[in-house]
């Protein structure tokens, strides 16, 4: 028994030495890793950040000016700014947060850098987010793309609620960049689900609607909503066939 | 049984009694509670906090004592915002009172919550430092932090080129 008990102690002396030892040797290494580039008498203690501290609380700073402001302050800083920056870029999280806050700027700096990868599926919630809160620069930006590959299926709901939240500028924004086919998409999406002011938004849009086509969507929006809600699409509809 | 307080020493010789609730709000203390159980209940020494920081980390345990574990507390936000950026907004009125303090302190208590790894508050003190460097310029940091500029005319230009504004933006 006595043996247990002093096998614990020993083990958990020692455990607590090592951590000490280690964390004392990191303090060290840290402390004169960063000495030589702290004016003696200015506050060298709030200089000792290590690497990885640094690295979380570059996490948090998310505005592309403030990464270039950190990043010229140290050779430490740079590499740890230019780290976090880099290691987040593949789950475009930047990017969401930028299109969310309608940082152009950034967002063009984002979709050149190599490391964002813009074919991927993920790519219709920076332009989802960036419909709905109406930043239309942002959306041509993205629609705009010639490597962003979207279908208007994709998106629909997103474009949908843009409309119906106001953000009308966005929603123009993305059916100026989409092709035709896209457009022409859009629209019978738009009717299916009874979006008659959104389709008619998207039939003053250059796209092909054929005579057939035409005529089968006045038919079924005469049996969809009330007239008043139908009414702007169906002339729409008659003064496109002229 | 366990007693339901634990003695800590600090870097500067003090023993502080602190309850076994808070003390495992630290995983570093709580690792050490578990490699040594059945050991006699000595103080744990920890010689990189001093006794004016451990009481506030202490006061911060006291306040978010009631808070899920930060595991959890990831989950439930997963469900919602799972592709947000990391917010560095501070919600809580108590923390932003909290962290209202010299940046000296500040840096000390981000040093003790890193060593003892209680993450809530790592967590709020980085928000709280990154919160400080937004809308700076390279030389207020520098002022702020004390460090010196090692940087060459060239590393620089070549930083701006790389990451900086380009005349067609807006």
Redesign the interface.
């Known amino acids: 028994m006595a043996m247990?008990?002093a096998g614990?102690?020993k083990?958990?002396t020692l455990?607590?030495f090592q951590?000490?030892q280690s964390?004392?040797m990191r303090?060290f290494f840290s402390y004169f890793s960063l000495s030589?580039?702290?004016?003696p008498m200015?506050?060298?203690?709030?200089?000792?950040?290590?690497d990885d501290?640094l690295f979380?609380?570059?996490?948090?700073?998310?505005?592309?000016?403030?990464?270039?402001?950190?990043?010229?302050?140290?050779?430490q800083?740079?590499h740890n700014m230019s780290w976090s920056v880099q290691s987040?870029l593949p789950s475009?999280?930047?990017l969401?947060?930028m299109a969310?806050k309608g940082n152009?700027?950034a967002t063009?700096?984002l979709l050149s850098l190599p490391r964002v990868d813009v074919n991927g599926q993920r790519m219709k919630?920076p332009l989802a987010i960036a419909l709905c809160q109406g930043h239309d620069?942002i959306v041509t930006e993205l629609v705009r793309h010639p490597h962003i590959r979207l279908e208007s299926d994709d998106i629909a709901v997103a474009v949908a609620s843009a409309w119906s939240l106001g953000k009308r500028k966005a929603v123009r924004a993305y059916f100026n960049g989409l092709p035709p086919r896209g457009r022409s998409n859009a629209f019978f999406w738009a009717v299916a689900v009874n979006q008659f002011e959104l389709a008619t938004e998207i039939l003053q849009q250059p796209f092909h609607l054929d005579e057939r086509e035409r005529q089968m969507v006045i038919e079924k929006v005469k049996f969809r909503g009330s007239r008043s809600k139908t009414s702007k699409l169906t002339k729409a509809l008659i003064n496109r066939g002229k | 049984m366990a007693s339901e307080s634990i003695s800590v020493t600090t870097s500067d010789d003090q023993t502080i009694q602190l309850s076994r609730k808070h003390a495992q709000m630290s995983q570093t203390i709580n690792s050490m509670l578990e490699d040594s159980v059945g050991a006699d209940q000595e103080a744990i020494p920890l010689p990189n906090v001093s006794s004016e920081v451990l009481k506030k980390v202490i006061d911060w345990c006291t306040h978010h004592e009631n808070d899920p574990a930060p595991v959890e507390k990831v989950k439930k936000l997963n469900k919602k915002r799972e592709y947000k950026a990391k917010n560095s907004t501070i919600s809580d009125e108590w923390d932003k009172n909290f962290v209202n303090a010299e940046l000296r302190v500040i840096v000390d208590i981000l040093l003790a919550a890193n060593y003892l790894d209680v993450k809530g508050l790592f967590e709020l003190m980085c928000k709280h430092i990154a919160n400080e460097l937004k809308g700076k310029t390279p030389d207020q940091i520098r002022e702020r932090f004390g460090i010196q500029d090692d940087l060459t005319e060239e590393d620089k230009a070549a930083m701006r080129k790389a990451w900086g504004a380009t005349k067609n933006d807006s």
């Not at chain 1, 030589?36 to 004016?39: D, E, F, M, Q, R």
């Open positions: 247990i008990i614990g102690m083990r958990a455990s607590i951590r000490q964390t004392a303090s030589h580039k702290v004016h200015e506050v060298p203690h709030c200089a000792i950040l290590q501290i979380h609380i570059f996490g948090f700073i998310t505005e592309s000016s403030d990464w270039l402001q950190c990043m010229l302050v140290c050779q800083w740079y987040s475009k999280n930047p969401f947060h969310m152009l700027k063009r700096r919630v620069g």
